[in-house]
């Protein structure tokens, strides 16, 4: 089925004078039909266009963009899901700062009491820095890619002492060791034993922010998207990024729902 630019231009958002722009560069030629009168598009050119649009949502220059069009379908395939990960990133970081505005609007309307380092909850420069860990047992590994997600230091507003830091840590070191054990042992991650573990790493989230069911499993799956995550939890078992991913989405349809 063919759709007139007044319909893309509908069902995308995408003006009329942009659409006309992407067709005078070659960055996304219609199906049939031409500037003069109107052009028409398939659905090919619409998933082009869609593919433009992620990368506008990224930050991609014009020129970035169509050179990563002219890529095989492999890599546009391995982009786009980049483009998932990074807009993933930025919802997570959003969620919290969203938590940290309704707590401080609940605050200042004399409806609850906030506590001073929750101020500041969700304005973190490195990128899920409150949701990575550095365990005593990865300071052994030379992750040297994996370092941007590694928090090095805390600021004061976000733990409270230094104490409070290295115990959070302790924490999901030994979620993660438990986790670890439980492969080890064949469990499944449905049952109890490790529920309970996954209960665990639940409850150090939302010592940070409290996960919706969605944001929970999108978390989920980042673990086993994202390189840095994978080469972080592979210090521990090969098999661990899928076998938290799968317990994480079984504890959101069980308790978080």
Known sequence: MAYSMVDVSGMSGVSLNELSQYAETGLLNPAFGDLDKDMYYEKQELLRLQQILFCREVGMEEEEIGSMLRDNPQDVIRIMQQHRIEILEKTLRLHGLIQTLDKTISHLQGDQELDEHELYIGFVNKRHQQLLPESSSLKKKNFDEAEPFMTTEIEDHELKSKEDFLDSQAKIDRIHLDLQQAIEDRLEPGSPEVQQIIGRHLQWIKGYYTPTPEIYRDLANLYVEHRNFRQ??????????????????????????
Do not use: N, S, T
């Open 232 to 257: 972080m939890y592979d210090g521990y078992h090969p098999r661990l990024a899928e076998f938290l991913r799968d317990g994480m989405m079984i504890k959101a349809e069980q308790d978080l729902m």
